[in-house]
């Protein structure tokens, strides 16, 4: 078993700045778990702490079941990629990944096997006497990988390992990331500030912001039931709009029409000190062209007019931006509550709306269109906290 175990963990640096402060997790054995979050927000320093590479301020650290605190590094158990590859020049590739295993005295025999059974499994076998000056970035990331797989440890910790390869190499290797993790069924935690990295790998995703964790959950569940603005507005590319809601008669005001508002909300709305204005969160992909659904599709959404703006036409579907007028919640404001309340870096909140529309749309820019969008997918924030009402 090697589970990992956060309890309570923060780190305070001497200069008195606090990276990460009271974090709770429990990552199970074989688990692969993804730390994102905007720079800055302490993912490196959690990563490096349970490397034994920081100390840990206050908190408990626990690797199989046992206190590490103040274990070193190398008696952890436990292999860590970085972005930059860090590979031996000199060496071949061979000698590269036999390296950790040369320094655990392991004999000539088992040393040779370890390293072509790892390069098998990362198709690095034609590759074993090359030297890395010879290797494209991929490759060189795959040996720094087999290098570390090579030891097998109890856990692998990964820092951004693919932020140095470009977009098409990137989206590549987590194919082989995603398979070797499953292969190997090793604990690892994966760091990056990649929101779409972090949804397409991992089991489960920390996110994390000013060194606290926002939520905690598989890719899915953050993706529908964000916890807070500042999830909502992290995960999904492009982000999800917002809008201001004003509370009246049983109905939220807003710049696409009056939405009802459902049981659940209406609840949590009652008593004195309740939210009059709200904020109102969907989805670009939760739009649609109204000329393009069906009744009973109709039924369960609302319809607005608006201007076209821009038009993006991305193959498959388009991404159609919409002037409305005024009432957006603006990036500045949604700033401030961010940071009153654990909310958002939100990005992309100037005055248009993001929609992401069937291809078949026959959208013009400056013309006007109908479009509807899904009221059971909608997101009701309340701007004072930033929680999901809904
Ligand atoms: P990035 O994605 O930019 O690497 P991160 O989420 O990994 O960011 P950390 O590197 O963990 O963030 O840093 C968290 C906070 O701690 C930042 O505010 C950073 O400036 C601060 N920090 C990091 N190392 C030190 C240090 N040695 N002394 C003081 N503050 C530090």
């Known amino acids: 078993m090697a589970d990992i175990v956060l309890d309570k963990v923060s780190k305070r640096f001497p200069d008195g700045t606090t990276a990460v402060r009271d974090v709770d997790l429990e990552i199970a054995d074989g688990e692969f778990v993804i730390l994102v979050g905007p720079s800055g927000c302490g993912k490196s320093t959690t990563l490096n702490m349970i490397a034994g590479l920081e100390d840990i301020s206050s908190g408990e650290l626990r690797i199989a079941g046992e206190r590490v605190n103040d274990k070193a590094p190398r008696d952890r158990d436990i292999a860590m990629v970085f972005q930059s590859y860090a590979l031996y020049p000199n060496m071949t590739v061979r000698e590269n990944m036999a390296f950790p295993l040369r320094l655990a005295k392991l004999d000539r025999e088992t040393t040779h096997q370890k390293v072509e059974e790892a390069a098998k499994v990362l198709e690095l076998t034609p590759l074993l006497d ?3 000056a010879n290797l494209s970035g991929g490759q060189r990331q ?19 390992p693919l932020s140095n390869l470009d977009a098409k190499l990137r989206v590549q290797m987590r194919t082989v ?4 993790q499953k292969q190997l069924g090793t604990t690892t935690v994966y760091v990056t500030h990649d929101q779409t990295e972090a949804m397409t790998l991992g089991d489960r995703v920390v996110i994390m912001r000013g060194g606290a964790v926002q939520q905690v959950g598989p ?7 964000p916890r807070n603005l500042f999830v ?27 939405v009802p508002i459902g049981d659940r909300v209406r609840r949590q709305l009652d008593g004195a000190d309740a939210p009059r204005e709200l904020i109102l969160g969907i989805r670009p992909e939760h739009f649609e062209d109204a000329a393009l659904i069906d009744d009973e599709t109709r039924r369960r959404g609302l319809e607005f007019d608006a201007p076209v703006d821009i038009v993006e036409s991305m193959g498959s579907d388009k991404y159609v931006y919409f002037t ?45 269109r109908r479009v509807w969008f899904n009221l059971e997918k909608i997101h009701l924030f309340d701007p004072s906290t930033g929680r999901n009402l809904t």
């Not at 990331?177 to 070797?180: H, Q």
């Not at 492009?238 to 509370?247: D, I, Q, R, T």
């Open 219 to 225: 890719p899915q569940e953050l993706y529908d039931h």
């Open 177 to 180: 990331v995603s398979r070797l």
């Open 232 to 258: 909502a507005g992290f995960i999904g590319s492009p982000s999800m709009n917002f809008l201001h809601a004003a509370v009246e008669d049983g109905h939220l005001r807003t710049a696409l029409g009056d």
């Open 324 to 368: 409305v007028e005024g009432e957006r919640a603006s990036a500045a404001e949604l700033e401030e509550l961010a940071a009153d309340a654990g909310a958002a870096d939100f990005t992309g909140t100037g005055s248009s709306l993001v929609t992401r529309l069937s291809a078949e749309s026959p959208v013009r820019e400056g013309e006007p």
């Open 142 to 160: 795959r040996v720094a990988m087999g290098r570390a797989i090579v030891r097998q440890p109890k856990a692998f910790l990964m820092d951004e």
């Open 130 to 132: 090359r030297k890395p």
